[in-house]
C-alpha cells in the first residue's frame, strides 16, 4: 500500500450503531487529520493530531470520537450518529506538524457515510 | 482571518478550450495558496501551490496559477483541456494553524 488508505470506502449505518472509521499513512507523516466534505460546503476540518497527540477539535460533537494509537495510523469511532452526518470523510496527513504554512497534505480516498 | 472564494461553482469548457478557475483570498499576513484537485471517487491531490518564491506557479498536468498581490486572486490555469481534467477543483490558503478551503468548483469538459 502506498500513500494514505482509508477503509471501509462506504458505510452506512443506523442511529443507533457503533462503527470506526479507519486510516493508515504509509508516508512517514508526522501529523494527521480527519475532514468531512458535505455537498456545497467548504471542506470541515474535524481533529487535527501532532506525533498521535491531538492539537484540534473543530467543536465536534462528542458524538464522533478520534484515536490516534499511533503516527500512522488514525481512527474515527462513530455512535448514535444523526442523518446530517451523512458525507464524505476524508483522511490526509502531512510532513510537518500540522500548522507548518506551506506543507502539503496528502489526502485518502474517502469513507462514503451515509447514516440511516 | 483567512479565507478564498471560488467564483463559478461550475465551469464549462470543450475539450481544447482554455481553463480558467477563478480564486480569489483574503488575508492578513502574506498568504500561501493552494490549489488541490478531486477526482470522482478520490481524496484531493495537490495541483500546485504558492509560497512567495514567484508569482506564476507551474503544478502538475499542465496547469499553473498567477500570484496577483493586487487583485487577491490566485486564478488556476491550463491553455488547453482534456477529457481527463474533468473534476472538482479547490483553492485553499494557509490560516493559522489549518487549510482553509473554497466551497470548489466544479469542471466540465465537453468534446
Known amino acids: 500500500e502506498t500513500g494514505v488508505t482509508q477503509t471501509p470506502r462506504h458505510l452506512v449505518m443506523g442511529m443507533t450503531n457503533k462503527k470506526s472509521l479507519k486510516c493508515e499513512q504509509h508516508l512517514g507523516h508526522n501529523a494527521m487529520y480527519w475532514y468531512k466534505q458535505s455537498a456545497k460546503k467548504p471542506l470541515e476540518l474535524m481533529f487535527v493530531y501532532n506525533f498521535k497527540e491531538q492539537t484540534e477539535n473543530n467543536s465536534v460533537p462528542s458524538r464522533f470520537s478520534p484515536e490516534c494509537p499511533n503516527s500512522s495510523h488514525l481512527f474515527l469511532h462513530l455512535h448514535t450518529l444523526q442523518p446530517e452526518d451523512s458525507a464524505l470523510y476524508l483522511c490526509?496527513?502531512?510532513?510537518?506538524?500540522?500548522?507548518?504554512?506551506?506543507?502539503?497534505?496528502?489526502f485518502g480516498p474517502g469513507t462514503r457515510l451515509t447514516v440511516l | 482571518a483567512q479565507s478564498v472564494t471560488q467564483l463559478g461553482s461550475h465551469v464549462s469548457v470543450s475539450e481544447g478550450a482554455l481553463v480558467l478557475l477563478r480564486c480569489n483570498y483574503s488575508?492578513?499576513?502574506?498568504?500561501?495558496l493552494f490549489w488541490y484537485v478531486q477526482y470522482p471517487n478520490q481524496g484531493l491531490q495537490l495541483l500546485l501551490k504558492y509560497t512567495s518564491a514567484a508569482t506564476l506557479v507551474k503544478g502538475i498536468n499542465g496547469f499553473e496559477a498567477e500570484f496577483k498581490k493586487s487583485e487577491t486572486s490566485f486564478h488556476l490555469t491550463k491553455p488547453s483541456a482534456h477529457m481527463s481534467d474533468a473534476a472538482e477543483y479547490f483553492c485553499?490558503?494557509?490560516?493559522?494553524?489549518?487549510?482553509?478551503f473554497g466551497t470548489g468548483t466544479r469542471l466540465q469538459v465537453f468534446p
Open positions: 485553499a490558503v494557509s490560516g493559522t494553524d489549518k487549510l482553509i
Open positions: 490526509a496527513s502531512s510532513q510537518e506538524l500540522a500548522g507548518a504554512p506551506t506543507d502539503t497534505q496528502y
Open positions: 488575508s492578513s499576513v502574506p498568504p500561501y
